[in-house]
C-alpha cells in the first residue's frame, strides 16, 4: 500500500470513528433527521406544531456552527394519521434521504408500525408518541411524552381535591395512546375515591358524540374524561350543551387552537390537562421556565402567540439528540442511541429528562397542571 492509500484508509477510518457512517450525508457534511408526521388527519394540529419545533431547533443549533461540524437539516413526510402512510413515509427516508435520526410525530401506530425497519437500519428514534411495545424496537426507541398515566392522574386529583364529583365516564378514541390512557383510568380511579361508570368509544372522524356522552349522563356521571386528539372535542362540548348536561369535561393533552372554542361553549364546565409552555408566564423563576424561555424566543418570533406545547416537545428531541451526538462525540446510529440512553437529569422544556437501559420514556416526574380558560386567557386551577 503506498503512502496515498495509508492516507485515505486512515482518513476513512477516522470518518467511521467519529460517526459519518453515512456517505452520504457525510459527504454533504449534514445530519439528516426525519420526520414522520400526520399532517393531515386527526393528528395534524398536534404533528405541525411538533414538526415547526423540530425545524426552529435545527435553525437554532445551525446558526451556532451545527454539532460536530454537521448542520442539522430536517426531512418531513406526511403520513396522513395513517399507520399504513406511516411505514411507507419511514421506507422511504431510510432508503432515499438516508436519515441519521428519526424524531418523529404523535401517531403511535404509525411509529409502531415503522419500527422493525427502523431497528433493522439501526436508526434511532426520538418520538412525540409512546413507545412501541417490542424489547428489541424499544431499544432503539425514545420518547418526549411523559407517561400516559400522568394525564389520567392529574384529572383525578383536581376532581378529588376540587369538587364533590365522584362518578365520572371515560370517551377515548382508539388511538394506542388513547387505549393506554383508558386502562391507567379504570386501574387507579378507586385510589383517588373516584368510580368508572361508563367507558365509551368514539372514532376521530365522528360528527356527533351525543349518544355516548347520554349513556353517560344515565349512568350517573358527574365529569367526562376526553381522552384523544382533535375537533371531537368541541363536538363534545357542542353535544353537551344540546344535552342540557352539567357533566365537566375534562380533556387530555392539546393545543390551544383546539381549546379556545369549546371553552366559548361550556364556560366553566371545561377544564383540560395543560403543560409547563402553556402556562409559561405563571411559572416560578428556575431552571424549567428558563429552558422554556430559550425555546420561546424564537418560537414566537417566527409564530407569535401560537400554541408552544407540542412544538417545544420537538425542540426537546432535537436537543437530546444533539446533546447525544456531544456526549459520545460520534453521529453514528448505535452511538448516539448508547448516549441518550446515558442522559440523566437534562432540563427541557416539559420537565426534566432521565434516560437509562430501563427507562426510554425520559420524564419520570408529573410536570401538568389543570387549566381553564376564562375571558379568553388561561388559568391554572389545580
Known amino acids: 500500500m503506498d503512502t496515498r492509500d495509508q492516507i485515505k484508509t486512515?482518513?476513512?477510518?477516522?470518518?467511521?470513528?467519529?460517526?459519518?457512517?453515512?456517505?452520504?450525508?457525510?459527504?454533504d457534511g449534514v445530519y439528516k433527521i426525519g420526520i414522520s408526521a400526520g399532517l393531515t388527519g386527526y393528528a395534524a394540529t398536534v404533528d405541525r406544531a411538533w414538526r415547526d419545533g423540530v425545524q426552529i431547533a435545527a435553525e437554532a443549533v445551525n446558526a451556532r456552527g451545527g454539532v460536530l461540524g454537521r448542520k442539522l437539516e430536517v426531512v418531513v413526510e406526511d403520513n396522513r394519521s395513517e399507520p399504513q402512510e406511516a411505514v411507507t413515509v419511514y421506507r422511504k427516508m431510510i432508503s432515499s434521504d438516508q436519515v441519521d435520526i428519526f424524531i418523529s410525530g404523535c401517531v403511535s401506530a404509525g411509529n409502531f408500525a415503522a419500527a422493525p425497519m427502523v431497528v433493522k437500519a439501526e436508526i434511532p428514534m426520538m418520538l412525540c408518541s409512546i413507545l412501541p411495545q417490542q424489547p428489541a424496537q424499544v431499544k432503539w426507541a425514545f420518547s418526549t411524552l411523559p407517561p400516559a398515566g400522568f394525564e389520567v392522574e392529574k384529572r383525578f386529583e383536581y376532581l378529588k381535591e376540587q369538587t364533590d364529583i365522584r362518578k365520572v365516564g371515560v370517551l377515548h378514541d382508539p388511538t394506542p395512546y388513547a387505549l393506554l390512557q383508558k386502562g391507567v383510568a379504570e386501574k387507579v380511579a378507586a385510589k383517588y375515591g373516584i368510580e368508572v361508570v361508563a367507558v365509551e368509544a368514539y372514532k376521530q372522524d365522528d360528527a356527533d358524540l351525543s349518544v355516548q356522552l347520554g349513556k353517560m349522563q344515565a349512568a350517573g356521571a358527574g365529569a367526562v374524561l376526553k381522552i384523544g386528539l382533535g375537533g371531537t372535542t368541541l363536538t363534545a362540548a357542542k353535544n353537551l350543551k344540546q344535552l342540557g348536561s352539567k357533566m365537566l369535561l375534562l380533556t387530555s393533552l392539546e393545543d390551544l387552537a383546539v381549546f379556545r372554542p369549546v371553552a366559548e361553549v361550556l364556560g366553566e364546565q371545561f377544564f383540560f390537562v395543560a403543560s409547563p409552555s402553556q402556562v409559561y408566564e405563571t411559572l416560578p423563576e428556575g431552571a424549567l421556565k428558563t429552558e422554556i424561555g430559550k425555546f420561546l424566543v424564537p418560537w414566537r418570533a417566527k409564530f407569535a402567540d401560537r400554541d408552544p406545547n407540542w412544538a417545544s416537545r420537538g425542540w426537546d428531541?432535537?436537543?437530546?439528540?444533539?446533546?447525544?451526538?456531544?456526549?459520545?462525540?460520534?453521529?453514528?446510529?448505535?452511538?448516539?442511541?448508547?448516549?441518550?440512553?446515558?442522559?440523566?437529569?437534562?432540563?427541557?422544556?416539559t420537565g426534566t429528562y432521565d434516560f437509562?437501559?430501563?427507562?426510554?420514556?425520559?420524564?419520570?416526574?408529573?410536570?401538568?397542571?389543570?387549566?381553564?380558560?376564562?375571558?379568553?386567557?388561561?388559568?391554572?386551577?389545580?
Open 10 to 27: 486512515a482518513l476513512a477510518a477516522l470518518l467511521l470513528s467519529a460517526g459519518f457512517a453515512s456517505p452520504a450525508t457525510a459527504a
Open 317 to 349: 428531541g432535537v436537543m437530546l439528540a444533539v446533546a447525544a451526538i456531544e456526549k459520545g462525540k460520534s453521529a453514528s446510529g448505535p452511538a448516539v442511541r448508547d448516549a441518550i440512553e446515558a442522559i440523566t437529569g437534562w432540563q427541557g422544556t
Open 356 to 382: 437509562g437501559p430501563e427507562q426510554h420514556q425520559g420524564i419520570t416526574k408529573n410536570p401538568f397542571v389543570i387549566a381553564t380558560i376564562a375571558g379568553g386567557k388561561i388559568k391554572i386551577v389545580k
